[in-house]
């Protein structure tokens, strides 16, 4: 699956052939939508249609009409600080150009024969629809806002696809994100937050950074449980785990980069049980922070 995106710079089609600069003439206003899956549907189906049709002044009206009014509110207040550094300031950025690009994309797509449009909405952290990547975003939100994923297809059944997410309705509008990352991940378990001497303080426990796959010396090291729920689905997947240990070996905070919303609740559960040998760099105690994977996969006795 293709996935267009212009909050992280990453336009991936390119080539079509509406023009780079904006409309001469001013562009008419967009009927309202409903916020709804049929809503977004009949949006980017209108958009799909005009970019046929060659109808260049309907796809950028449509288009225009995505841009967030108020990026580094919006986002700060969907995800806190949890975004990756610069996401807002890159979105703003890129804010004047961000219709054109997707006007130039979504051309590109319908031409291409893609016009079968399928939307998901994610309501909640968990659905089975999201991809392990797509998880921490949707659990990062500090509202229950309603984002959107568009999907357009070439025919059904067809697994070309191409996918545009997040979109959300906003002052009677969509709303188009872009394809958000949270490079840090989301919060599962305690705090990351960076150790600092206080003036009058012993001064905390200094870290050290280890990188992925790197042996430890464990005390214990429970196996995650396959969850049922998963299983009977026949899910399998990999979910990965930022994680700090304490001075004493004992896990003291988690933060998951990755995984299926169905896995990475049993991963969670074994990982705070782990203690690692407590970790000395010049005989002196320190934090250990790493990244932890976990493979869930089902046998054939399963």
């Given at each position: 699956m293709r996935s267009v995106s212009l909050a992280l710079g990453l336009f991936?089609?390119?080539?079509?052939?509406?023009a780079q600069g904006p409309p001469a003439q001013p562009l008419s206003a967009v009927p309202r939508y409903e916020d709804s899956t049929k809503g977004l549907e009949?949006?980017?189906?209108t958009v799909l249609a005009?970019?046929?049709?060659?109808?260049?002044q309907l796809v950028y009206?449509?288009?225009?009409?995505?841009l967030l009014p108020s990026p580094r509110e919006?986002?700060?207040?969907?995800?806190?600080?949890?975004?990756?550094?610069g996401v807002a300031d890159r979105y703003l950025e890129r804010r004047a150009a961000l219709y054109l690009v997707l006007a130039r994309d979504l051309t590109g797509i319908a031409k291409a024969g893609f016009e079968q449009i399928h939307v998901l909405r994610y309501e909640s952290g968990c659905s089975p629809d999201a991809n392990e990547d797509q998880v921490p975003v949707l659990l990062a939100r500090r509202r229950p806002v309603e984002l959107y994923e568009v999907r357009i297809l070439r025919k059904k059944g067809d697994n070309s696809a191409n996918s545009l997410r997040y979109f959300l309705y906003q002052q009677g509008g969509f709303r188009y994100l872009g394809n958000i990352a949270l490079a840090q991940g989301v919060p599962l378990?305690?705090?990351?937050?960076?150790?600092?001497?206080?003036?009058?303080?012993?001064?905390?426990?200094?870290?050290?950074?280890l990188e992925p796959g790197h042996v430890m010396k464990f005390r214990s090291s429970l196996e995650p449980k396959y969850p049922q729920q998963a299983r009977d689905a026949r899910v399998e997947g990999r979910v990965l785990l930022r994680t700090l240990f304490d001075t004493e070996g004992a896990v003291k905070a988690v933060r998951l980069l990755s995984g299926h919303?169905?896995?990475?609740?049993a991963a969670l559960e074994a990982v705070r049980q782990w203690r690692i040998e407590p970790v000395q760099v010049n005989g002196e105690s320190v934090e250990l922070e790493t990244v932890i994977e976990?493979?869930?996969?089902?046998t054939k006795e399963s």
């Open positions: 991936l089609l390119a080539g079509a052939s509406l009949n949006f980017m189906r005009a970019a046929r049709n060659g109808d260049e009206a449509h288009t225009r009409s995505l919006t986002l700060a207040e969907l995800f806190g600080d949890a975004l990756q550094e378990f305690g705090s990351f937050e960076e150790n600092e001497t206080a003036s009058g303080h012993t001064p905390l426990p200094k870290r050290l950074h919303c169905w896995l990475f609740p976990l493979d869930f996969r089902l």
